[in-house]
């Protein structure tokens, strides 16, 4: 099956700091999205983005599924933003149906 | 709109028991997966249901079941709980493909 990788797959910021997620995927895509997990263990959905960039407030993100990559840019960092952050992947099985595979996640630690 | 709504949404079973996690997806979405979230495998696909049909199954035991209501709410169920089965359940709804919404779990403690 298709592998996903994220890295880091810890990062620590000083409130403030601006960042780069990255998510390598092993195969072409039918679609990709970014979530941040909260506290609670809720997926929060952040970008729906199988190509091209998107922005929302102080985050962004790339997909250039040609490459097999996503990037997800976080600005100004604030201690909310702290949390695990997923990429996740759907693919077509046989059937013709859609799989999503997620990653190992991004684990980021804002401080004040 | 309502969101993706799971029941309940913490739940402490004894070994050898079975359990049934619910999911009410998005008014309109048809799709409803199942995934399980443990600190070791991370991340991991059950199964998705659509217009009552499971259309995909991941690599869990024959344990692990679900089904599909006609109006979309979908039901997860393990049987003879294991220690390891304690994780975060998660249950996404979608259009037929497309963007996933998930609900906020159902944490599953087996003692």
């Known amino acids: 099956g298709i592998q996903v990788e994220q890295s880091p797959p810890d990062l620590i910021l000083q409130e403030g700091a601006n960042s780069t997620l990255r998510c390598n995927f092993s195969?072409?895509?039918?679609?990709l999205q970014w979530f941040h997990q909260n506290p609670w263990g809720q997926l929060i959905n952040l970008f729906y983005?199988?190509?091209g960039t998107k922005q929302n407030g102080r985050l962004s993100a790339t997909t250039v599924a040609t490459e097999r990559y996503s990037l997800l840019y976080i600005s100004s960092s604030q201690t909310t933003d702290s949390g695990v952050y997923f990429c996740a992947v759907g693919t077509l099985s046989s059937g013709g149906y859609q799989k999503v595979t997620f990653g190992i996640g991004t684990k980021l630690q804002v401080i004040p | 709109k309502a969101g993706v709504t799971q029941t309940p949404r913490y739940l402490i079973k004894t070994r050898g028991q079975q359990v049934t996690l619910s999911c009410s997806p998005i008014s309109g979405h048809r799709s409803v997966s199942w995934y399980q979230q443990t600190p070791g495998q991370g991340l991991q696909f059950l199964f998705e249901?659509?217009?009552?049909?499971?259309?995909n199954k991941g690599n869990f035991p024959g344990r692990f079941s679900g089904r599909q209501f006609s109006n979309s709410r979908s039901e997860m169920n393990v049987s003879t709980l294991e220690l390891g089965d304690s994780a975060l359940y998660l249950c996404a709804s979608s259009l037929v493909q497309g963007e996933a919404f998930f609900g906020q779990g159902t944490r599953l403690t087996v003692v």
């Open positions: 983005i199988p190509s």
């Open positions: 249901y659509f217009s009552e049909t499971q259309r």
């Open positions: 195969d072409s895509v039918n679609n």
